[in-house]
């Protein structure tokens, strides 16, 4: 009895592990957090503290 469970248990498992993994990497990729938001996010953040310091030379010049 237990070793039929062990026989269909362990797959079973196995399967959801590579569901969720596969999920997660898409995840990663596509999704609100994605790696490629996170290197836009990254580049408007130089151009706005960019901006940032020119105002604030503009200011002291003013």
Not at 3 to 19: G, R
Not at 27 to 44: A, K, P, V
Not at 51 to 60: G, P, R, V
């Amino acid at each position: 009895m237990i070793e039929k469970i062990k026989i269909y248990f362990l797959p079973s498992i196995l399967v959801i592990l590579i569901f969720l993994i596969l999920f997660y990497i898409i995840g990663i990729l596509y999704g609100d957090n994605s790696i490629s938001r996170l290197n836009t996010m990254t580049q408007e953040k130089a151009t706005l503290e960019h901006k940032i310091a020119e105002l604030k030379e503009d200011n002291k010049i003013a």
